[in-house]
């Protein structure tokens, strides 16, 4: 020890004092848009004020509209588009030139009790506490004010256009409403909005300030209360500590940790303790936390030798199947009682915001936020929560969906596969009632690496054969060997794995086609919206498979693919295109 003492010696002993005097109204103020070597210290300060409760600051600044680096006719247009022509006192710019700027202040930090500001003098340090530190950023309300201006020349306008009907107006029927009282529930979404919040903020009334310069003579002397006033130690108590107690007061001792098992899946805090809990528990209390998982994935993270079948039975009830993966449901992020920790806004409407982004991906990889933004109306805060739950930012390709498309999940489990594209269309019909839209609004951007959710071509068969006996009356026991002699084969490369069911007006004596559905080259896509046409419709024109590529696949299809497709897998006959095999040469 001694040799240590020796080897750090104290160089020099300081007084610490704590300063009170204006420990409730001291402020940080920071401007993050400015450098620090160009200060406001010279500049003209107009007014000031402040709303205390919310620690909310503005600063009128005048600008310098003689500085060489000024805009002269930025400013009077600026000017202009505020206030008008007219001459009124309450004009924004009395000069009609921007000639002052408002700055307005945000919480750097709800939690001041880690600063001080500290001055040194003579061998002593004298700390205050501070009450806030404000970030001061230029405010751009004008252009509110000169929006508004613009919407009242519109409505004056189209007034002065309808005053030949004023007279029918002078008598109007007044409906008189009276609301039903407000349950407890509905008062604390209510309390919790983002309209209300703003509301209770703007209610508070400004207090008006007197700027006093750096050097002038009121700074100066409020400067001095930033000393303590009374030097004496009983009235510092705060920092008057016995050797042990400083040394406790840095390293506090361990409080005893309180050993809580979870009582329900929010609070599994270990695998281990997960698995002490029901299967169906488990699954949600995964998903709720990872959010978006293959389900080879989620097998991994249970116990070796958990069923899978009873875990697709669990994951169908707290997850959506999005490109071959599993998305959580809205509802079990966003409980009916909850409300948006950004805006407020309650849990149902956060919920059908979401589903509509996981809508969205059901047939894109990427989304661009503004677009949401517009269909869904709901705050920035929450798209981009939504967002990041599922997507990652791409640069100029908007958010991009966070994993690959899992093809091998879609071709292992097709019942439920189908079962979950059934669900998405019920979810879309509500989506599209909600939001007012139509999703041919959307589905012309369809990306070819949404469509795993086709049935695999031994599922195609299986479900052709089905249909046939039902609808003809008659067994195909042997397929493979009686329905090929009998019909025109359209020879299948190695690889091809899809197979073509018979057209829905087909008779009782037509045999049955084969088609390429999958050969692993792009132009697989148009061959399969041709073979969907050809679903429906035995015989189809030309203009009506030109305009469904098109619709499917975007304005990137040519004359060339439309006249590839048609050689490659039909014939035409009396101005129809039938599919080759279907009808006589």
């Known amino acids: 020890m001694a040799s240590g003492e020796e080897d750090d010696p104290i160089i020099q002993e300081i007084e610490v004092y704590l300063a009170k005097s204006l420990a409730d109204k001291l402020y940080l103020f920071q401007y993050p848009v400015r450098p620090a070597s160009m200060t406001y210290d010279d500049v003209t300060h107009l007014s000031a004020k402040i709303k205390p409760k919310q620690q909310k600051v503005e600063l009128e600044v005048a600008i310098d509209t003689l500085s060489p680096n000024y805009c002269r006719s930025k400013g009077e247009q600026i000017a202009l588009n505020v206030d008008g022509t007219s001459l009124e006192d309450s004009s924004t710019y009395s000069i009609k030139m921007m000639d002052k700027q408002t700055f307005s202040s945000i919480q750097a930090t709800t939690n001041t009790t880690r600063y001080a500001a500290a001055v040194f003098r ?7 506490p501070l009450q806030g530190i404000l970030q001061m950023r230029p405010s751009f309300s004008y252009l509110d004010k000169a929006d508004s201006k ?3 020349r519109e409505a004056a306008n189209e007034a002065g256009d309808s005053s030949q009907d004023e007279a029918e107006d002078d008598i109007k029927q007044i409906t008189v409403r009276f609301s039903r009282p407000e349950s407890e529930q509905a008062r604390q979404r209510r309390i919790q909005s983002y309209e209300f919040l703003q509301k209770k903020q703007a209610e508070e009334p400004w207090v008006h300030l007197h700027y006093h310069d750096l050097k002038d003579g009121r700074s100066e002397h409020e400067r001095q209360y930033l000393y303590c006033q009374a030097m004496d130690t009983t009235e510092n108590t705060e920092l008057v500590k016995t050797p042990s107690e400083y040394l406790a007061m840095l390293m506090p001792p361990l409080a005893e940790e309180k050993i809580v098992k979870p009582v329900g899946p929010s609070n599994v805090v270990s695998m281990a303790q997960l698995r002490t809990l029901p299967l169906g528990d488990q699954v949600k209390t995964l998903m709720k936390n990872v959010k978006v998982m293959p389900f080879a994935n989620l097998m991994g993270l249970l116990a070796s030798g958990t069923d899978s079948t009873a875990v697709l039975r669990c994951i169908q009830q707290v997850a959506l199947l999005v490109q071959g993966n599993w998305v959580v449901k809205s509802d079990v992020l966003y409980p009916k009682s ?4 950004h805006s407020g806004v309650p849990a149902e409407v956060l919920c059908r915001g979401r589903d509509f982004v996981m809508w969205r991906f059901t047939h894109e990889r990427s989304l661009m936020r503004k677009e949401v933004t517009s269909v869904i109306k709901l705050p920035p805060e929450d798209v981009k929560d939504f967002l990041e739950q599922m997507a990652v930012p791409r640069a100029n390709r908007g958010w991009e969906f966070l994993l690959p498309t899992d093809h091998d999940f879609v071709k292992k489990h097709p019942d439920v596969a189908q079962r979950q594209h059934m669900l998405w269309l019920g979810i879309q019909n509500k989506l599209e009632k909600v939001f007012n839209f139509s999703k041919e609004d959307f589905l012309q951007k369809k990306d070819a690496q949404m469509e795993p959710i086709h049935v695999s071509g031994e599922q195609r068969l299986k479900m052709a054969l089905e249909n046939a006996r039902e609808r003809h009356g008659f067994l195909q026991k042997d397929l493979d060997t009686q329905q090929l002699k009998a019909s025109t084969v359209t020879t299948l490369p190695s690889g091809a794995n899809a197979l073509f069911p018979p057209q829905s007006s087909a008779s009782a004596d037509e045999q049955k086609v084969f088609g390429l559905w999958e050969s692993g080259e792009t132009f697989d896509k148009h061959r399969q919206v041709l073979f969907e046409i050809f679903m429906k419709n035995y015989r189809v024109r030309r203009n009506v498979i030109q305009t469904r590529l098109t619709q499917e696949l975007g304005e990137a299809v040519t004359k060339s693919d439309v006249d590839r497709l ?17 009808v006589q040469s």
Not at 122 to 128: A, I, P
Not at 338 to 341: D, H, Q, R, W
Not at 571 to 577: A, E, H, K, N, T
């Open 122 to 128: 003579k061998g002593e340090l004298h700390l205050t």
């Open 150 to 152: 613009h919407k009242e």
């Open 338 to 341: 909850s409300c948006s920790p």
């Open 566 to 582: 048609l050689k490659e897998c039909c014939i035409s006959l009396g101005g129809m295109w039938y599919l080759k095999g279907t």
